[in-house]
């Protein structure tokens, strides 16, 4: 089965509403960086039917997003039966907002939130983009379109609310998957088993979100009754 195919049917299957039954015993909290993020993932689980329950700025510096990452997990209270899933998506142009930290030390950073993740939920999972979500939406448009869309203002892109449907009319997300080399990827766990980072790849083109979709739906369909860590 090719990827845009794949693609397809994950989506039909949510669009379905596949996995009902699981849907209902699992609240998918979204934690992204800033309001772009957050306007593109708030019409896209509307449009695609995706089982997110809320979607949550926690700032791209990475000690305070850990901090404001823990503060959100406290405060989350659910449903009687129904466990939180923390998914996060972050960038990773860490020299820039990060004060021009090494990368051994940005590594060990990236590692902090990772771990705390694994450690709380075998569900839990973090997506990382190099250099920005701005990237990942550029490789999105189709060839012909890009040079039209590279002459969009970038402030006017952050502060869009249509952003998603935008960049959908212009590409697709199969666009993306077949321009990043999953190879380059810092962080990858496409199951709910815990995944080692690659800090050689910290500074590569890449972005997991190329699957966030596919993951979603993996939580979707996976036994509701499975033991995992949820503190």
Not at 102 to 122: P, Q, S
Not at 204 to 228: A, D, F, R
């Amino acid at each position: 089965m090719g990827r845009g195919e794949k693609q397809k049917n994950i989506k039909d299957s949510l669009k379905k509403g596949k996995g009902k039954a699981e849907v209902s015993k699992k609240e998918i909290h979204l934690l992204v960086e800033g309001k772009t993020e957050e306007s593109f993932f708030k019409v896209m689980k509307d449009i695609e039917k995706i089982n997110i329950k809320k979607i949550i700025i926690v700032g791209g510096v990475y000690e305070p997003a850990l901090k404001n990452i823990k503060n959100i997990k406290k405060k989350m209270t659910g449903s009687k039966g129904k466990q939180n899933i923390i998914l996060v998506v972050l960038d990773l142009d860490n020299e820039e907002k990060n004060d021009g930290m090494t990368e051994e030390k940005l590594n060990e950073k990236l590692k902090n939130i990772i771990n705390y993740l694994e450690d709380d939920n075998d569900y839990n999972n973090i997506f990382f983009t190099y250099k920005n979500f701005e990237t990942f939406l550029a490789k999105c448009i189709d060839e012909e379109k890009i040079g039209k869309w590279n002459n969009i203002d970038t402030k006017k892109i952050k502060s869009d609310p249509m952003i998603y449907s935008k960049v959908m009319r212009n590409g697709t997300i199969e666009n993306a998957e077949k321009s990043f080399n999953e190879n380059n990827l810092y962080y990858k766990k496409k199951d709910f088993e815990k995944a080692k980072p690659k800090k050689e790849n910290i500074s590569k083109i890449q972005s997991g979100l190329t699957y966030i979709v596919e993951y979603i739906e993996k939580i979707n369909e996976s036994n509701s009754n499975e033991v995992v860590k949820n503190r």
